[in-house]
């Protein structure tokens, strides 16, 4: 750190030259992201509540209040009248209080013993935030193979229980592929075998209801689901809201108090959430955006993104790529029969595209968010044409 103070000339313009470096949504070039552009009302509002801290919620009761109706008004679109969660930093923290949850469940239930080791089933698709959440935990994470549609395998779901499984995981909008898993087949499972059944939806969630509002055919996968204990949900992903905001909502809020420890100095006698001082400005943004857009407006952007995805993987077909599974959500995965991936992403990278790669199958993966427009998309198919035209195949 220099001795002296720099004057805010100076700052502004070194920051500058950082920011210089990063990349930009507006460009359409940024094809492999979960994020997206954020909204200038956000961006006032974020800046309104940056110095509230929901670590601390009675000095903060206002923000607090904000917070709770996110929470709540998340649960009506997953149908839960009356939900409880927190706002917190996104997917990865909101799947690990989610498993925490269970474990402690699991351990208040007498199901298993602090010296045994915790099973939890995911589906090969996951998120590697369990990866994270499994070595943070010790439990061990056991990988369920994917059907022909790259969904969970139900029979391998059901060979893999054991009298140590705390949870299973399913999830609605796989990270790689967009594919939902069937929740409604995980819940019986769950049920029957008294077993805590997580939903990642840190995707899904903001897409997959007002599909459905717009008539598309997509599996359930939400609290309606009598088995589902909880549901990770991202507004900080398709619901356009600034980062970081992840959403964890629990169907009891038995779930929350499992994993409460005492906050003594703090003005709530009790702190469930992983992160201790915590931003209020990602809850006021999100709470901005959920109104300021609605449910029809999360439909309509939905739908454009869809739109999107169907016209670039027809195109893609025609190109003579191979399109590894008929969306379901807004992602796009393909390759070429003739192109090893990695050269195809090396070709796209120096043409200026950001995309990025699935690993099961390997394959370049594209996330149709609302930053990426039709001509960006027609863009990329002509380069795809041209990268398959320079090397004569
Ligand atoms: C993005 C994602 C996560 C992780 O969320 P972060 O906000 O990056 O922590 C978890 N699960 C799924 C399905 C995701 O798509």
């Given at each position: 750190m220099n001795q002296k103070p720099m004057d805010e000339d100076e700052i502004f313009k070194k920051l500058k030259e950082f920011k210089y470096m990063d990349m930009d949504y507006s460009s359409g070039?940024?094809?492999?992201?979960?994020?997206?552009?954020?909204?200038?009302?956000?961006?006032?509002?974020?800046?309104?509540f940056l110095e509230s801290n929901l670590g601390d919620p009675g000095l903060f009761k206002g923000t607090k209040a904000i917070e709770d109706e996110v929470i709540k008004e998340i649960g009506s679109f997953l149908s839960l009248?009356?939900?409880?969660?927190?706002v917190v930093t996104g997917g990865t923290e909101a799947n690990l209080m989610a498993l925490h949850s269970a474990y402690?469940?699991?351990?208040?239930?007498?199901?298993?013993?602090?010296?045994?080791?915790?099973?939890?089933?995911?589906?090969?698709?996951?998120?590697?935030?369990?990866?994270?959440?499994?070595?943070i935990?010790?439990?061990?994470?056991?990988?369920?193979?994917?059907?022909?549609?790259?969904?969970?395998?139900i029979e391998d779901v059901k060979?893999?229980?054991?009298?140590?499984?705390?949870?299973?995981?399913?999830?609605?909008?796989?990270?790689?592929?967009?594919?939902?898993?069937?929740?409604?087949?995980?819940?019986?499972?769950?049920?029957?075998?008294?077993?805590?059944?997580?939903?990642?939806?840190?995707?899904?969630?903001?897409?997959?209801p007002f599909l459905k509002d717009l008539r598309y055919e997509l599996p359930n996968f939400d609290f309606s689901i009598p088995g589902v204990s909880s549901i990770?949900?991202?507004?900080?992903?398709?619901?356009?809201?600034?980062?970081?905001?992840?959403?964890?909502?629990?169907?009891?809020?038995?779930?929350?108090?499992?994993?409460?420890?005492?906050?003594?100095?703090?003005?709530?006698?009790k702190q469930s959430t992983i992160v201790g001082t915590r931003l209020g400005?990602?809850?006021?943004?999100?709470?901005?955006?959920?109104?300021?857009?609605?449910?029809?407006g999360y439909g309509e952007l939905a739908n454009e993104c869809m739109i999107n995805t169907n016209y670039f993987a027809d195109a893609l077909f025609k190109e003579g790529f191979n399109v590894i599974v008929k969306p379901e959500l807004n992602i796009v995965a393909f390759n070429h029969p003739k192109i090893e991936t990695e050269k195809l992403e090396i070709l796209l990278k120096n043409n200026g595209w950001m995309v990025s790669t699935a690993s099961y199958p390997k394959a370049?993966?594209?996330?149709?968010?609302?930053?990426?427009?039709?001509?960006?998309?027609?863009?990329?198919?002509?380069?795809?044409?041209?990268i398959r035209e320079s090397l004569y195949i």
């Open positions: 070039r940024i094809l492999g992201s979960m994020c997206t552009a954020v909204h200038p009302i956000a961006k006032e509002v974020y800046s309104d009248d009356v939900p409880y969660g927190n402690k469940i699991a351990i208040s239930k007498g199901k298993i013993a602090k010296t045994d080791i915790p099973e939890v089933i995911v589906p090969k698709s996951a998120h590697f935030s369990f990866k994270k959440a499994s070595e935990m010790r439990f061990k994470l056991i990988e369920a193979n994917l059907d022909k549609n790259y969904k969970v395998d060979s893999n229980l054991s009298s140590n499984t705390i949870a299973i995981v399913g999830v609605a909008g796989t990270t790689e592929l967009g594919m939902i898993d069937p929740i409604e087949e995980l819940s019986e499972i769950a049920i029957k075998n008294d077993i805590y059944l997580h939903v990642d939806a840190a995707f899904g969630g903001f897409l997959i990770t949900i991202d507004p900080h992903k398709m619901g356009i809201a600034p980062i970081p905001s992840g959403c964890i909502i629990y169907r009891e809020k038995k779930y929350l108090d499992v994993i409460a420890v005492d906050s003594p100095y703090l003005t709530s006698k400005a990602p809850s006021a943004a999100t709470w901005a955006m959920m109104n300021h857009i609605g449910r029809d370049i993966r594209i996330v149709v968010m609302g930053h990426i427009r039709h001509t960006h998309l027609m863009d990329l198919i002509s380069d795809l044409r041209k």
